[in-house]
Every structure is written in structure tokens, then in C-alpha cells.
């Protein structure tokens, strides 16, 4: 097997692993049999992964503070995955999760190992935010 330390020897590894990965300004989008939606950035250095939860509008933010509180408590359970906020859009901010790999000597398993991570943490974040979510 390659090295795996560039955008595209990644994708050609995830997609004969079974992930659809595309390319959107200089960001993989990988998708696993589920449907869920991995972004991506790689660089010189390391492989930065996100998962899109949900829009902090979406919260019912009168209790912001509980939800912050318990999002960060969570953090100490769902290594190495974490929680944190997407503020690249100031007006719409998400609650988001992270990991990230050194790419430098990053071997098959330990990306397949963060993308299942990933998922699996995807499933505990919605049943935590799932009580907070406002009513439709």
C-alpha cells in the first residue's frame, strides 16, 4: 500500500474501501455506506476530519450554557473524537465533531479507525443533543 500523506492517494484508498469521496474547494467529502457526510482537509501535515451536526439556532439557546456544559463533559468520553463550534459563518455557528491524523507515516488502519470513530460519535452526539433540539 502507498503512502497515505496526500489528498488523493486518500481518496483512491477510501473509495476501494467502499467510501464516495468528492472533491470540493480543497475539501474531502466522504461519505460511508450510512450516508454520513465526513468532511475533510488535508495539507502538508495532517488530515483535519468534521462532522456537521446541527446549527446552534437549532438549539433551543436559553439553555445554551446546560448544552455547552454537557457537550464539553462528553468531550472526556468520545476520544480521541471531540466536540467543538464551526464559527466560520458568525451568523450561523454549528456544533461540529473533530479529530484529526498526522499524515506523515499515517497507515490504512488509523484512517479507516478515525472515519469509524467518527460515525459511531455521531450517534452518541445526536441521542445528547436530541433532548435540546427545538420543536418544529
Known sequence: MSKLNTSVDITVFLDEQGYNVTAENNILI???EDE???F???DDT???FMVN???VTE???????EIYGKILDQNTEILPTCFG???SEPDDQHIVLVD???TENMDANELLLALDSLAVNVVTAHELLLPYLKQK
Do not use: Y
Open 46 to 48: 495532517q488530515i483535519e
Open 100 to 102: 484529526s491524523l498526522a
Open 40 to 42: 475533510a482537509m488535508v
Open 59 to 65: 438549539l433551543d439557546t436559553s439553555r445554551l450554557d
Open 53 to 55: 451536526l446541527c446549527s
Open 36 to 38: 454520513l457526510n465526513m
Open 85 to 87: 463550534i464551526d464559527s
Open 30 to 32: 466522504i461519505q460511508d
